[in-house]
Structures are given as C-alpha cells and as structure tokens.
C-alpha cells in the first residue's frame, strides 16, 4: 500500500524519482510528525519508480564521460570521501569492471537532481547478505535494519525538501564503514585476482 499510494500522489512530479522502502540511516526525527523524507541517495532494498523516472537510467553510462568533472553531478554530496567514492563506483561500471546496476541508477538520480523517498518505518529485511549473496558478502550490513510496518493513511510533507541533514548522515557513515578498508572494493580485486589466477593457469595448460 505504501508504495501504491506514493506512485499514485507523486505520478506527475519529475522531481521525485524513486521511492524506497529502507530507512536508514535516519532516525525518528529527522520525519517530524511525516510519514516520510526525502533524500538524494536511491537506496534500492525494495524500491518503486515510474517509467518517467526510469527513462533516465542508462546501463552503459554513454555520457559518464561528458558528465564526471560537472559540479552539478556533485551538487548534494558533501564529503570529498563520498564523491571520491562514487567517482570511483561509476568509473569501474562504465569500464565494465564492476555489474552493480544500482550504481547507473543513482547516477541518473543525482544527474537529473532528483529526490528519492526514505519512509519512517523500515520496511525492508535482506536475507540475502553474506557469502552466498549476488553482490553484498558482508553479513552484517548496517544497512540491514529490522522491518516494521507504516502507518496509513500517509502523512506527507507539506512540500518537497531535500533533508541534507539526513544525507550527511549517511555519508559520515558510509566513511566510519568503509574507509580506507572497504570490503565492497576488497570482493573487487579478489574477483580480478581469481580470474588473472584462471587466466594465467589457461595459458599454461595450453
């Protein structure tokens, strides 16, 4: 119902481009008495969006190129960490060293300056973190908060606002879990280690 009620209410705004079910990193009161906030990072733990919105994804990043040293693309990150951190996200997915098509959504997001639905209540449980996980191996996951149920009918915003403080929040965060050892890169160059290893042992066998 939630997010069938979001689709319907924000089905012709262009500024809002994705709604998410995971609440994280916010806490209670950065919602006031709403039912939701708005933030510029698609978090993509259960998400909706419309196809006006999607019409802005691009898998192969064609314009990365043109757009990777515009300030506007940067506009709402405020830690030269985080920019860093997605610069590097976005090279490697227009390389096509990384897969993570989560990456080309945000970048479409954040080109376009768009706002994306973080709910009070998580809403979200991923059980498929760890080892045998797709893309996220690491078991306990900050972002893997305990599910709760929203309350309806929703209560939204009065307008639309981009909650910097929420989203400054998130970057502190994603530093104190990432930073210099970050385990997301470290299943990068083990990936690559493995396949030169294969390669090399091909080669020798021929």
Same mark, same amino acid.
């Given at each position: 119902?939630?997010?069938?009620?979001?689709?319907?209410?924000?089905?012709?705004?262009?500024?809002?481009?994705?709604?998410?079910?995971?609440?994280?990193?916010?806490?209670?009161?950065?919602?006031?008495?709403?039912?939701?906030?708005?933030?510029?990072?698609?978090?993509?733990?259960?998400?909706?969006?419309?196809?006006?919105?999607?019409?802005?994804?691009?898998?192969?990043?064609?314009?990365?190129?043109?757009?990777?040293?515009?300030?506007?693309?940067?506009?709402?990150?405020?830690?030269? +960490?985080?920019?860093?951190?997605?610069?590097?996200?976005?090279?490697?997915?227009?390389?096509?060293?990384?897969?993570?098509?989560?990456?080309?959504?945000?970048?479409?997001?954040?080109?376009?300056?768009?706002?994306?639905?973080?709910?009070?209540?998580?809403?979200?449980?991923?059980?498929?973190?760890?080892?045998?996980?797709?893309?996220?191996?690491?078991?306990?996951?900050?972002?893997?908060? +305990?599910?709760?149920?929203?309350?309806?009918?929703?209560?939204?915003?009065?307008?639309?606002?981009?909650?910097?403080?929420?989203?400054?929040?998130?970057?502190?965060?994603?530093?104190?879990?990432?930073?210099?050892?970050?385990?997301?890169?470290?299943?990068?160059?083990?990936?690559?280690?493995?396949?030169?290893?294969?390669?090399?042992?091909?080669?020798?066998?021929?």
């Amino acid at each position: 119902q939630y997010a069938t009620d979001l689709l319907e209410f924000y089905r012709y705004n262009e500024h809002v481009m994705h709604i998410g079910g995971s609440r994280w990193p916010c806490k209670a009161h950065h919602f006031k008495e709403y039912s939701y906030t708005f933030s510029t990072y698609a978090l993509v733990w259960g998400w909706a969006t419309w196809k006006r919105a999607w019409k802005h994804f691009d898998w192969d990043m064609q314009d990365w190129t043109t757009w990777q040293n515009k300030r506007e693309l940067y506009k709402r990150i405020h830690y030269r +960490s985080e920019k860093k951190r997605r610069q590097g996200d976005w090279e490697r997915l227009y390389t096509k060293e990384d897969n993570v098509w989560a990456a080309a959504w945000i970048y479409a997001v954040m080109k376009q300056q768009g706002l994306c639905i973080l709910p009070a209540q998580n809403m979200i449980k991923n059980i498929g973190l760890g080892p045998q996980g797709t893309h996220t191996k690491i078991e306990h996951h900050p972002l893997n908060l +305990s599910d709760s149920k929203m309350h309806f009918p929703l209560k939204h915003p009065r307008r639309l606002y981009w909650n910097a403080r929420c989203d400054r929040i998130f970057e502190k965060l994603n530093r104190m879990h990432y930073g210099a050892f970050d385990p997301m890169r470290l299943q990068h160059w083990e990936a690559l280690a493995r396949r030169l290893v294969r390669k090399y042992i091909k080669r020798i066998e021929d």
